[in-house]
Protein backbone atom coordinates (compact mmCIF):
# COMPACT_ATOMS: atom_id res chain seq x y z
CA UNK A 1 0.00 0.00 0.00
CA UNK A 2 2.98 2.44 1.11
CA UNK A 3 4.61 1.51 -2.40
CA UNK A 4 1.59 2.01 -4.48
CA UNK A 5 1.36 5.51 -2.44
CA UNK A 6 5.05 6.33 -3.72
CA UNK A 7 4.71 5.17 -7.27
CA UNK A 8 1.86 7.59 -7.40
CA UNK A 9 3.81 10.75 -6.19
CA UNK A 10 6.52 12.84 -7.46
CA UNK A 11 9.52 12.27 -5.97
CA UNK A 12 10.37 16.43 -5.81
CA UNK A 13 6.78 17.98 -4.75
CA UNK A 14 5.04 15.04 -3.24
CA UNK A 15 2.02 15.97 -5.07
CA UNK A 16 0.64 13.46 -7.37
CA UNK A 17 2.14 12.47 -10.74
CA UNK A 18 1.52 11.95 -14.53
CA UNK A 19 0.33 8.45 -14.06
CA UNK A 20 -1.97 9.12 -11.57
CA UNK A 21 -3.44 12.40 -13.79
CA UNK A 22 -3.59 9.54 -16.83
CA UNK A 23 -5.49 7.37 -14.04
CA UNK A 24 -8.09 10.94 -13.20
CA UNK A 25 -7.95 11.35 -16.79
CA UNK A 26 -9.40 7.78 -17.87
CA UNK A 27 -11.73 8.23 -15.03
CA UNK A 28 -13.28 11.43 -16.20
CA UNK A 29 -13.76 10.00 -19.38
CA UNK A 30 -15.71 6.96 -18.36
CA UNK A 31 -18.20 9.19 -16.31
CA UNK A 32 -20.38 12.78 -16.81
CA UNK A 33 -19.51 14.25 -13.58
CA UNK A 34 -19.30 17.91 -13.89
CA UNK A 35 -15.45 18.81 -12.61
CA UNK A 36 -13.25 22.22 -12.51
CA UNK A 37 -10.25 21.35 -14.67
CA UNK A 38 -7.22 24.02 -13.92
CA UNK A 39 -3.77 23.87 -15.72
CA UNK A 40 -0.68 25.85 -14.13
CA UNK A 41 2.36 26.69 -15.15
CA UNK A 42 5.28 28.62 -13.65
CA UNK A 43 6.18 31.76 -14.73
CA UNK A 44 9.75 32.06 -16.37
CA UNK A 45 11.23 28.69 -14.89
CA UNK A 46 13.83 27.66 -18.12
CA UNK A 47 15.27 31.23 -17.34
CA UNK A 48 15.76 30.33 -13.93
CA UNK A 49 17.19 27.17 -14.34
CA UNK A 50 19.34 28.86 -17.50
CA UNK A 51 19.74 31.75 -16.06
CA UNK A 52 21.07 30.94 -11.89
CA UNK A 53 20.75 26.90 -11.60
CA UNK A 54 18.49 23.96 -11.75
CA UNK A 55 18.44 23.90 -8.24
CA UNK A 56 16.43 27.14 -7.55
CA UNK A 57 14.55 25.86 -10.28
CA UNK A 58 13.25 23.01 -7.96
CA UNK A 59 13.22 25.38 -5.36
CA UNK A 60 10.41 27.48 -7.04
CA UNK A 61 9.18 24.36 -7.82
CA UNK A 62 8.67 23.27 -4.35
CA UNK A 63 7.69 26.36 -3.12
CA UNK A 64 4.82 26.81 -5.70
CA UNK A 65 3.66 22.70 -4.89
CA UNK A 66 3.46 24.16 -1.25
CA UNK A 67 1.15 27.15 -2.04
CA UNK A 68 -1.09 25.52 -4.28
CA UNK A 69 -1.53 22.43 -1.85
CA UNK A 70 -2.27 25.04 0.58
CA UNK A 71 -5.06 26.15 -1.68
CA UNK A 72 -5.95 23.12 -3.12
CA UNK A 73 -5.32 20.31 -0.72
CA UNK A 74 -6.35 16.50 -1.43
CA UNK A 75 -6.94 15.71 1.82
CA UNK A 76 -7.40 17.77 5.29
CA UNK A 77 -7.08 17.02 8.55
CA UNK A 78 -10.01 17.15 11.28
CA UNK A 79 -10.88 16.08 14.80
CA UNK A 80 -13.01 13.07 14.74
CA UNK A 81 -15.57 12.59 17.98
CA UNK A 82 -13.13 11.49 20.32
CA UNK A 83 -11.18 14.92 20.00
CA UNK A 84 -8.50 12.38 17.73
CA UNK A 85 -6.95 13.75 14.04
CA UNK A 86 -8.83 12.53 10.77
CA UNK A 87 -8.20 12.81 7.39
CA UNK A 88 -10.93 13.55 4.76
CA UNK A 89 -10.55 13.95 1.15
CA UNK A 90 -11.45 16.87 -0.19
CA UNK A 91 -12.16 15.71 -3.43
CA UNK A 92 -10.22 17.69 -5.00
CA UNK A 93 -6.89 16.13 -7.00
CA UNK A 94 -2.89 18.23 -7.76
CA UNK A 95 -0.82 16.83 -10.05
CA UNK A 96 2.74 17.66 -10.85
CA UNK A 97 2.28 16.67 -14.49
CA UNK A 98 5.65 17.76 -16.10
CA UNK A 99 8.33 20.51 -15.02
CA UNK A 100 6.63 23.33 -14.22
CA UNK A 101 2.67 22.19 -15.16
CA UNK A 102 0.71 21.57 -12.56
CA UNK A 103 -2.78 20.20 -12.82
CA UNK A 104 -6.00 20.66 -10.33
CA UNK A 105 -9.48 18.55 -10.50
CA UNK A 106 -12.02 19.62 -8.38
CA UNK A 107 -15.41 17.53 -8.04
CA UNK A 108 -17.14 21.18 -7.28
CA UNK A 109 -18.49 23.08 -10.13
CA UNK A 110 -17.94 26.39 -8.49
CA UNK A 111 -15.91 28.47 -10.62
CA UNK A 112 -15.96 31.73 -9.18
CA UNK A 113 -14.16 29.82 -5.83
CA UNK A 114 -12.25 27.83 -7.90
CA UNK A 115 -10.95 30.60 -9.64
CA UNK A 116 -10.30 32.62 -6.06
CA UNK A 117 -8.18 30.05 -4.98
CA UNK A 118 -6.07 30.30 -8.52
CA UNK A 119 -5.61 34.14 -8.24
CA UNK A 120 -4.67 33.71 -4.58
CA UNK A 121 -1.81 31.75 -5.64
CA UNK A 122 -0.79 32.99 -8.03
CA UNK A 123 -0.20 36.20 -5.96
CA UNK A 124 1.51 34.01 -3.49
CA UNK A 125 3.92 32.86 -5.89
CA UNK A 126 4.62 36.33 -7.02
CA UNK A 127 6.39 36.57 -3.99
CA UNK A 128 8.71 34.03 -3.54
CA UNK A 129 11.45 34.13 -2.33
CA UNK A 130 14.59 32.67 -3.59
CA UNK A 131 17.25 34.45 -1.43
CA UNK A 132 19.27 35.53 -5.14
CA UNK A 133 20.51 39.08 -5.24
CA UNK A 134 18.67 39.71 -8.30
CA UNK A 135 15.51 40.49 -8.47
CA UNK A 136 13.95 37.44 -10.58
CA UNK A 137 9.95 38.11 -11.74
CA UNK A 138 8.02 35.22 -10.71
CA UNK A 139 4.52 34.23 -11.35
CA UNK A 140 1.97 31.47 -12.11
CA UNK A 141 -0.23 31.54 -15.06
CA UNK A 142 -3.66 29.07 -14.59
CA UNK A 143 -6.66 28.33 -16.87
CA UNK A 144 -9.29 27.09 -15.23
CA UNK A 145 -12.64 25.59 -17.18
CA UNK A 146 -15.93 23.49 -15.98
CA UNK A 147 -16.54 20.26 -17.80
CA UNK A 148 -19.37 20.70 -19.84
CA UNK A 149 -21.53 17.70 -20.47
CA UNK A 150 -20.34 14.85 -22.02
CA UNK A 151 -16.95 17.04 -22.37
CA UNK A 152 -14.17 14.52 -22.71
CA UNK A 153 -11.00 15.13 -20.95
CA UNK A 154 -8.93 15.71 -23.24
CA UNK A 155 -11.42 18.37 -24.17
CA UNK A 156 -11.39 19.95 -21.05
CA UNK A 157 -7.40 20.32 -20.85
CA UNK A 158 -7.67 21.45 -24.45
CA UNK A 159 -9.80 24.71 -22.85
CA UNK A 160 -7.95 25.26 -20.19
CA UNK A 161 -4.34 25.49 -21.90
CA UNK A 162 -6.01 28.18 -24.48
CA UNK A 163 -6.97 29.86 -21.11
CA UNK A 164 -3.40 29.97 -20.25
CA UNK A 165 -1.91 31.04 -23.09
CA UNK A 166 -3.70 33.94 -22.97
CA UNK A 167 -2.52 34.53 -19.61
CA UNK A 168 0.65 33.62 -19.83
CA UNK A 169 0.94 36.19 -23.00
CA UNK A 170 -0.49 38.61 -20.74
CA UNK A 171 1.71 38.23 -18.11
CA UNK A 172 4.73 38.80 -20.95
CA UNK A 173 3.22 41.76 -21.98
CA UNK A 174 2.83 43.59 -18.69
CA UNK A 175 6.42 42.84 -17.77
CA UNK A 176 7.61 43.54 -21.01
CA UNK A 177 9.13 40.46 -21.83
CA UNK A 178 10.32 38.59 -24.53
CA UNK A 179 8.20 35.16 -24.62
CA UNK A 180 11.34 33.36 -26.14
CA UNK A 181 13.77 34.25 -23.05
Known sequence: EKMKANINKDPLTGLYNRGSYIEKMNEINSNNIRYIFGIFDLFRLKYINDNFSHELGDKYIIKTSEILNKYFPTEICIKDENDEPKKILTGTNLYRIGGDEFIVITDTDDEIIVREKATKSSEEVEHIDLNTEENI???????????????????????????????KTAMYKKYNLDRRK
Open 137 to 167: ILGLNYGIVLRKPNESAEELYVRSDKELSLN
